[in-house]
Nanobody, 124 residues
């Protein structure tokens, strides 16, 4: 089935930028929607951003709107998350996820495939 692998995480100072990438391989079904979630210890996994197959529809959590940009390249089977103006509160493990069916849902239960996550740490 679909295998997702994240990359690009790391340590950055407040106000800095990072670009996360997620590569999908071994697909047997279409990844109609791809998204990013994040999770910190003691908290539930929360929605960050999602993008439709065509890239024409995107959705963002209010906390990242205007700072983060999600994009995808279907020819390369990748989805990216450009993160600018990073804040310490953005520190988390970021997960790439995919849905087989259309619909930009914000609940983790709506997604069918998951990567293993990449750590993003923002220092003050």
């Amino acid at each position: 089935q679909v295998q997702l692998v994240e990359s690009g995480g790391g340590l950055v100072t407040a106000g800095g930028s990072l670009r996360l990438s997620c590569a999908a391989s071994g697909r047997t079904v279409r990844t109609s929607v791809m998204g990013w979630f994040r999770q910190t210890p003691g908290k539930e996994r929360e929605f960050v951003a999602a993008i439709s197959w065509s890239g024409g529809s995107t959705g963002y959590a209010d906390s990242v709107k205007g700072r983060f940009t999600i994009s995808r390249d279907n020819a390369k089977n990748t989805v990216s998350l450009q993160m600018n103006s990073l804040k310490p509160e953005d520190t988390a493990v970021y997960y790439c996820a995919a849905r087989s069916m259309s619909g930009l849902f914000r609940f983790p239960e709506s997604y069918d495939y998951w990567g293993q996550g990449t750590q993003v740490t923002v220092s003050s």
